[in-house]
């Protein structure tokens, strides 16, 4: 079994398709681990604001079986592929770790992104607060304790679940 965690994002319908997202999550991943949910700005556009959580815990699935089941329930979820990569999306979904392995493809693992963007790293932090990044030999929480928190402006939200988690 392989530890996985996932960032899920949405900026249209937002509460819906997090809700989606986090349901479809729970069949790959059945005692899914979930973080609080954020709202944040847009970042690198101008569009409605974010909601931001981070998922995770164990599968048996590949990292190929993944990734591939994380674009289809995009897709499923309305998100158009085709879109430009700064832009609003009904679901957005991105691997971010999957054990300690450090790829490139199929996806770029550990995501690069994860210590750049407040989005990512709280909820990380939240979830996964002792595991340990594989490049930087750091654990979430140490990196979120470091992190320039006025860099970006991220803010916890109440989230109603309707009895999904």
């Known amino acids: 079994m392989a530890h996985i965690f996932i960032s899920l994002g949405s900026n249209i319908e937002k509460a819906h398709y997090v809700r989606e997202g986090v349901k479809a999550l729970k069949g790959i991943i059945p005692n899914l681990l979930v973080s609080d949910v954020y709202e944040s700005e847009s970042v690198g556009f101008e569009g409605n604001n974010f909601y931001n959580l981070v998922?995770?815990?164990?599968?048996?699935?590949?990292?190929?079986?993944?990734?591939?089941?994380?674009?289809?329930?995009?897709?499923?979820?309305?998100?158009?592929?085709?879109?430009?990569?700064?832009?609003?999306?009904?679901?957005?979904?991105?691997?971010?770790?999957?054990?300690?392995?450090?790829?490139?493809?199929?996806?770029?693992?550990?995501?690069?992104?994860?210590?750049?963007?407040?989005?990512?790293?709280?909820?990380?932090?939240?979830?996964?607060?002792?595991?340990?990044?594989?490049?930087?030999?750091?654990?979430?929480?140490a990196l979120w304790d470091n992190y320039n928190k006025p860099e970006q402006s991220l803010w916890a939200v109440e989230f109603d679940w309707k009895g999904i988690i």
């Open 55 to 141: 998922c995770g815990g164990e599968t048996s699935l590949t990292v190929d079986e993944v990734c591939q089941t994380l674009r289809n329930i995009e897709i499923d979820n309305g998100r158009v592929r085709s879109a430009k990569k700064f832009s609003s999306r009904t679901l957005d979904l991105d691997l971010l770790v999957f054990d300690n392995l450090i790829v490139e493809q199929p996806a770029q693992l550990p995501r690069h992104e994860i210590d750049k963007n407040a989005f990512v790293l709280w909820p990380l932090a939240q979830v996964a607060p002792n595991f340990t990044h594989p490049v930087l030999q750091q654990t979430y929480q």
